[in-house]
């Protein structure tokens, strides 16, 4: 059973209301890390989901997927001192106990979860990511 909703306790609150601003700077950092992954990233066998016009991204991490799981592991593999991560180890179906939730009939509707799940991987863009930071990662990139 899931534990009831409480009220937040008033030093949570008083914390919550403090940081408030901070996560706000924080977001458009992260945005701003962002933009320039998608002005500087050269072509490659991967797409960049993009945000529906009138929205904006928060980008907790800026999202890629190849076109093959080989390719999306292989950039791992060069990139991961970089801050470069897989998405997800599995898709969210073929972890349990969400398989027992879904019905077997569903199974080949999920495919473009488990393609995700194998194709997605991540670049950072937390508030210390900068152009030279950035710079040895556009370059691995570009060289494929």
């Given at each position: 059973?899931?534990?009831?909703?409480?009220?937040?306790?008033?030093?949570?609150?008083?914390?919550?209301?403090a940081t408030a601003g901070l996560a706000e700077e924080g977001i458009e950092g992260r945005r701003r890390a962002a933009a320039v992954w998608w002005r500087s990233l050269p072509e490659g066998p991967w797409t960049v989901p993009h945000v529906l016009e009138g929205g904006s991204g928060s980008y907790l991490r800026f999202p890629l997927v190849t076109s093959e799981a080989a390719i999306r592991d292989r950039l791992v593999s060069l990139l991961e001192r970089f801050g470069a991560a897989r998405g997800y180890p599995a898709a969210l179906c073929d972890i349990e106990p969400a398989r027992a939730i879904v019905a077997?009939?569903?199974?080949?509707?999920?495919?473009g979860a488990r393609l995700l799940a194998a194709r997605l991987f991540t670049l950072p863009t937390h508030s210390f990511v900068g152009k030279?930071?950035?710079r040895p990662v556009l370059e691995a990139l570009a060289s494929l």
């Open positions: 059973e899931p534990t009831p909703v409480r009220a937040m306790a008033p030093m949570s609150a008083a914390l919550a209301l077997p009939t569903q199974q080949r509707a999920l495919e030279r930071d950035q």
